[in-house]
């Protein structure tokens, strides 16, 4: 289990980083610029770690030699963690912190972030081609 634990502690330490980043009161978070709230920054940042989340559990599953059967359904395991996490965010935000709101938009960008890290491990692991 240490084994595991090696190989994906990158992981776990990110989603905490995820859930607690999502758990914040809507009041602590920075506000955007007004001239920048036409863009949807924050759809960027949803992409961007939950793509990061896919990336390293995928890598910590395809790494790890101690559950075999989690190496070779990497792939689906960690996008049903990932799409887990995703739908778990956002409805959290909707019934349980104060002041935020989960968002179907929200988390369309959180799938895009899961397929994203999925296609960046896909292309960056020698070992998976």
Known sequence: MLTFLKYNLWTILWGLFIILLTSLPGMTLPKIPLFLQLFHPDKLVHLFIFGVFVFLQLRGFILQPVFPSIRKNAVMVSMLIGLSLAAGTELLQNYVIPLRIGS????????????????????CFSFWK
């Open 104 to 123: 179907i938009y929200d988390f369309i960008a959180n799938v895009a972030g899961c397929l994203a890290g999925w296609w960046v491990a896909r292309h």
